[in-house]
């Protein structure tokens, strides 16, 4: 067999003996995200990727994908044991968003209800009255719009300029952006559109508002899968991460996918359309931290309590 399947046996074999379940994210490693499909872990958005290792029954999660996800994790069950392939996996709105800085900015605007998005660290989760990831973002912040409630909004601007453009919310915002999204182009999107009259535009809201106006679905990763799978058209143009596409083949095979572009389909944007965190992830992480107990997500206890009330509040808006 190939190293790959190699590897990937191994990896298989030490989830079973673990009694651990694999959950990831659409941008990871396309090898990783089909053993999490073998094995019965799961494959989806931020939002799933919560709610499914909160509800399963495996005292072990070997959570595949950014920190935040394994700190969302563990704090949502903190009696489990959270692994992942290599913790240094960040996110450039996380790294962008320090929880000293932060804790400044709400104290400066204590009346305002402070959201942030599920891309942040457990301290900055500490400090919210709501977490919410794109996919429940616009119905939070309407929801608490329809209440009166002025918003301290982080740390995404494109994210929260959308749902603000959707809401009408009055919106105070931290001025962070994901390196990838931010990199879509949308003069460059037009003339690709002009090309392919056929296709629909499918775009993650953290891309930039030029892009995101062209977009005839706005949503989570899950959001654009469903898309892909269930709307009557030939072709897709999509804006978002380029892990998404092996999902999408695989769940539509005879649709048509076309990369959305970058200012750098060229070697000058190394972070262009691939996430460099989400790239960390690997089979051979997998089977490190199974095998030697490395990658496990510590997240301390008040920091962990006062996080969880964020978290719970949007699951069970959600629910
Ligand atoms: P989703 O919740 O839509 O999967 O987004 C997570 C993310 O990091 C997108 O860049
Ligand atoms: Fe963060 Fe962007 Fe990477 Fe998602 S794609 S984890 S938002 S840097």
Avoid at 110 to 127: G, M, Q
Avoid at 169 to 188: S, T
Avoid at 256 to 272: F, M, V, W
Wanted: glycine content about 6%; overall charge negative; charged content about 20%.
């Amino acid at each position: 067999p190939s190293q790959r399947t190699a590897l990937k046996d191994r990896a298989r074999a030490l989830l079973q003996q673990h009694n651990a379940v694999l959950v990831a994210h659409y941008y990871v490693d396309g090898d990783l995200q089909d053993l999490a499909m073998e094995t019965g872990g799961c494959v989806s958005d931020s939002l799933e990727m919560a709610r499914f290792g909160r509800d399963h029954a495996a005292q072990t999660l070997i959570v595949a994908g950014v920190r935040f996800m394994g700190e969302s994790a563990k704090i949502l069950s903190p009696q489990k044991r959270v692994l992942m392939p290599d913790l240094d996996a960040t996110c450039s709105l996380d790294l962008g968003c320090p929880p000293d800085q932060f804790a400044a900015f709400c104290d400066a605007h204590p009346d305002r209800t402070v959201v942030v998005y599920a891309n942040t660290s457990a301290a900055v989760k500490a400090r919210a009255d709501w977490m919410v990831t794109s996919s429940c973002a616009e119905a939070i912040v309407r929801h608490l719009h329809e209440q009166g409630q002025k918003i301290l909004w982080a740390p995404d601007r494109h994210l929260g300029s959308y749902v603000q453009r959707q809401t009408g919310a009055d919106m105070l915002m931290w001025q962070g952006d994901c390196i990838v999204h931010n990199e879509f182009k949308g003069v460059e999107l037009e003339l690709l559109r002009q090309e392919h009259p056929q296709a629909k535009v499918l775009v993650h809201p953290e891309s930039p508002k030029s892009v995101v106006d062209q977009a005839d679905v706005v949503g989570s990763t899950a959001q654009l899968l469903k898309a892909v799978m269930t709307m009557d058209a030939p072709e897709f143009i999509v804006a978002t991460d380029n892990g998404m596409f092996h999902r999408m083949r695989q769940s539509a095979p005879t649709k048509r996918l076309i990369e959305a572009p970058t200012a750098g389909n060229s070697a000058t944007c190394k972070s262009c359309a691939h996430c460099p965190w989400m790239a960390m992830n690997a089979l051979q992480g997998v089977i490190d931290c199974l095998e030697r107990g490395t990658g496990e997500v510590q997240v301390d206890e008040p920091v962990r309590t006062q996080a969880l009330g964020c978290i719970d509040r949007m699951l069970d808006f959600v629910k």
